[in-house]
């Protein structure tokens, strides 16, 4: 047995030749009547995570700066409710589908499926349906392995969850390495063909302040989505180059954030996907804070970014903190927005028989 010093609850530390399981924390109950907990990744070179088994939401996230100062970077609550009452997605595992699909339909093999339209505003699916992956307490298991510390998150989506075919067997599985990298891996099997778009809706603010506004963003892409009205891709992609939307070197975030630009002002301000440079394993995109930094990377070929434009003043999160709007931003790996509606973009048409795989990495460093 290993005795697991840098996997435990808030507040404990999982004793020799015990379950690593025992080291989960009560964190309340969902509104669906499920039993939620807590557990605590402590990397080595400091990077210091804590996550809940509803909807492998990241909860806690403190980064150290130069003089190994810890700051919590990231949106989260002291009870399942905080979600439940605000915005639900904030730090958690999305599927069957992150982002949007148009009209809330789409057609495969000849069958058009129906789901529940949750964006209204946008007419749309939005994050896999009114109870998302997000809204599952998830089997967990955290891990050691050599100086790496971890937790798997797994579930089965039944056929016709959310109204999407197939079975699919998910698991997604956080990694802290010593180097300060949060690894995600995510991984799924089906038994019938479904699209299956998997992400992370983490929250970043590296000062740990009230804005992202004055902090640095840099995205490696040429090119980015247009949208209409209701936030869905229309037409082939754009170049940045002249827009708002170019970010191929550093800028600050708020600097262009209300340019009259229409299709920016669909957001109102960034919500939309850029079209990611390159291919294979590589770094996507870069954000800086006064004191810390932190690198995107991943094999996918889109990325959404979101300045929490619909983050409300009124809200307050984990010790009875306030929020700002646009005070935290998410950059998500994935697949295109509408894919199952756009036979032009890549297929997310997950088969019988293949498995889904695909890897992001943020590593966080110091300024």
């Known amino acids: 047995m290993v005795k697991m010093m840098s996997v435990c609850a808030m507040g404990a530390v999982a004793a ?105 505003d946008h007419h749309a699916n939005l994050h896999g349906g009114k109870r998302g992956w997000d809204g599952y307490v998830w089997d967990a298991k955290p891990f050691t392995k050599g100086d790496d510390v971890g937790i798997v998150f797994s579930r089965v989506s039944p056929d016709g969850e959310e109204g999407f075919p197939g079975t699919v067997k998910a698991t997604v599985t956080y990694t802290i390495t010593p180097e300060n990298v949060w690894r995600i891996e995510y991984e799924g099997t089906t038994d019938k063909t479904t699209p299956l778009n998997m992400t992370q809706h983490v929250y970043f603010n590296l ?51 209300d340019d009259p630009d229409t299709v920016l002002q669909y957001g109102p301000g960034y919500d939309h996907n850029w079209v990611l440079d390159g291919a294979g394993f590589r770094k996507v995109a870069e954000m800086r804070g006064k004191t810390r930094a932190m690198e995107v990377w991943t094999d996918q070929i889109g990325l959404q970014f979101y300045a929490g434009n619909f983050i409300k003043d009124s809200w307050k999160m984990k010790d009875a903190r306030p929020m700002k709007r646009r005070g935290y931003l998410a950059l998500e790996t994935q697949h295109f927005p509408n894919t199952p509606n756009r036979p032009d973009f890549p297929t997310t048409n997950l088969k019988p028989g293949e498995t889904y795989r695909t890897v992001t990495e943020y590593r966080f460093k110091t300024r």
């Not at 030749?17 to 025992?22: N, V």
């Not at 609550?77 to 730090?91: K, N, R």
């Not at 902090?215 to 082939?236: F, M, R, T, W």
């Open 16 to 120: 020799a030749g015990c379950s690593c399981d025992r080291a989960a924390k009560d964190f309340g109950t969902t509104k669906y009547g499920e039993a939620a907990h807590l557990y605590v990744l402590e990397g080595k070179g400091g990077l210091k995570m804590e996550v809940t088994d509803y909807g492998g939401r990241v909860n806690r996230l403190w980064v150290p700066d130069a003089k190994g100062e810890l700051v919590d970077v990231t949106i989260g609550f002291d009870s399942p409710a905080g979600w439940e009452t605000t915005d639900s997605y904030f730090g958690a595992i999305i599927g069957r589908y992150g982002n949007r699909i148009a009209n809330g339909t789409f057609t495969l093999e000849g069958k058009t499926y129906t789901l529940a339209q949750n964006d209204a």
């Open 207 to 257: 000062d740990g302040s009230d804005t992202i506004l004055d902090q640095e963003l840099q995205i490696a892409a040429s090119k980015y989505s247009p949208v209409n009205a209701d936030l869905a891709p229309v037409g082939p992609a754009a170049d940045v180059a002249g827009t708002p939307f170019d970010f191929r070197t550093f800028q600050v975030i708020g600097a262009r954030i």
